[in-house]
Structures are given as structure tokens and as C-alpha cells.
């Protein structure tokens, strides 16, 4: 997994997020409150402008991150296999650092945004929370593919247990140790909804069946 810097896909994240909540986050402000400058008529240039004035700071900050995958991203794909019994280390994920904080992630094509404000870990945490989220939908596609071909990844009863099992496994004791942090659900929507599946996990089921319950919980037929 590597991080690079990608000025063109920043300009298509303002037009998808500028005015997005989504499950209690508000995307749009986040932009906002970061660029307060930026609008639909001005934002190629505004865009243009900060990654040419911030080039030594993003530079600075692609370098750390991709240094700090590198000494945690073997912990982690263990992990990974601790936890789906496969190994997915020779996946071909890969991040781009982002002058936005929506950390958005596509599952088509195993690719993710970091915001480059974070601090290190905080940007490998992303990195590691969105690789998450593309090994559950791969296993999803692979072990229960009826269920991956009738629901959505970025909204409806699967994504939200997307979410939900990402703050789970990622406060389980091997990836705090890799992590060095909690891991705290996103969307403030979800909450009630992560407490129920917690239970769910709770009793010791094989994966197939745990998302399969989890699922009927969520409103999934």
C-alpha cells in the first residue's frame, strides 16, 4: 500500500462533498471550515493555488506517511488474516493525501483519500480503517455473494455494517497495539446500531454468519 498526491481528484471531491451530510457528518462543512475561500467558480484555481503554496508541507506529509506504513503495514495485514483467514497483503490498495477532510473511499477500485492534517498516525489509521473496508467487502463478494450483488456499499443495511465492524475489529487488542489509538465510529447516526452488533459479535460466530445476523438486524431481507 503506498500513498501518492492526486491535485485532480481533490477537484472532484470538492463537487461530490461541498454540500454532502451524510448519517449525522457533515462533509460540506468540514470543507468549508477548513477553506472558507473556496466556492463552485473559483475551486480548480483555489485548488491549483493551495498544492502549489503548500508543496513543501504536502511533500513533508507523504513522506511521513508513507514511512509509517511501512514499519505498521505487515502488523496489520496479520491481523487482517487473523480475522478473515486470508491473506490480502498482496492487495493492490492504494491512498492519495487530500487537501479535504472527508477521507471518502472507492471499493471498485480499492482506492482512499487521507486528510493531510492529520498527524502520522492518525493518517495510517485512515489508511488502515478504509484497507478494512475493502477486505470485508472482498469477503463479502467471495463468501456471500447474493448479499454483496443486493446491497449498496455506500449506504443501506451492508454499509452501515461496514462502518460498525470497522470500529469493532479495529478496538480489538492486535490492532490497538498496531494502531495506538481507539478507533471511534464516524457517523454519530450509526451508534445505537453499533451497540446491538456488538452483542452480535460477542457470541463467537463464523464471519459468514456474524454478518449475516447483523444484516437481519440492520433491516436487511
Same mark, same amino acid.
Given at each position: 500500500?503506498? =500513498? ?32 472558507? %475561500? ?18 513543501? #508541507? ?26 478473515? %483467514? #486470508? ?17 471518502? +473511499?472507492?471499493?471498485?477500485? %480499492? ?40 446491497? +449498496?456499499?455506500?449506504? %443501506? ?16 487488542? #492486535?490492532?490497538? #497495539? ?18 446491538? =452488533? ?12 456474524? =454478518? ?10
Amino acid at each position: 500500500m503506498k =500513498i501518492e498526491l492526486n491535485k485532480q481528484l481533490d477537484k472532484e471531491i470538492y463537487l461530490d462533498f461541498k454540500d454532502l451530510v451524510m448519517a449525522g457528518a457533515d462533509f460540506g462543512g468540514k470543507i468549508r471550515k477548513d477553506h472558507p %475561500g473556496i466556492n463552485q467558480d473559483n475551486y480548480r484555481k483555489y485548488i491549483d493555488d493551495f498544492y502549489f503554496t503548500n508543496e513543501k #508541507e504536502l511533500s513533508e506529509k507523504l513522506e511521513q506517511i508513507n514511512k509509517i506504513l511501512v514499519e505498521k503495514q505487515d502488523m496489520f495485514w496479520l491481523a487482517v488474516k487473523n480475522i478473515f %483467514g #486470508e491473506d490480502l497483503s498482496e492487495k493492490n490498495y492504494k491512498g492519495y493525501l487530500s487537501i479535504f477532510n472527508c477521507n471518502p +473511499r472507492w471499493t471498485e477500485s %480499492g482506492t482512499f483519500q487521507v486528510y493531510y492534517k492529520k498527524d502520522g498516525l492518525d493518517m495510517l489509521e485512515v489508511a488502515f480503517h478504509e484497507s478494512l473496508h475493502f477486505a470485508f467487502f472482498d469477503f463479502c463478494n467471495a463468501k456471500l455473494p447474493e448479499i454483496a450483488k443486493k446491497y +449498496r456499499v455506500n449506504s %443501506g443495511p451492508l454499509w452501515e455494517l461496514s462502518e460498525i465492524f470497522n470500529v469493532i475489529i479495529l478496538n480489538q487488542p #492486535e490492532f490497538i #497495539e498496531i494502531t495506538e489509538r481507539e478507533e471511534k465510529l464516524f457517523y454519530p447516526a450509526l451508534a445505537d446500531k453499533l451497540e446491538k =452488533i456488538k452483542l452480535i459479535w460477542a457470541k463467537k460466530l463464523d464471519m459468514k454468519k456474524f =454478518i449475516e445476523e447483523s444484516l437481519l438486524f440492520l433491516g436487511a431481507k
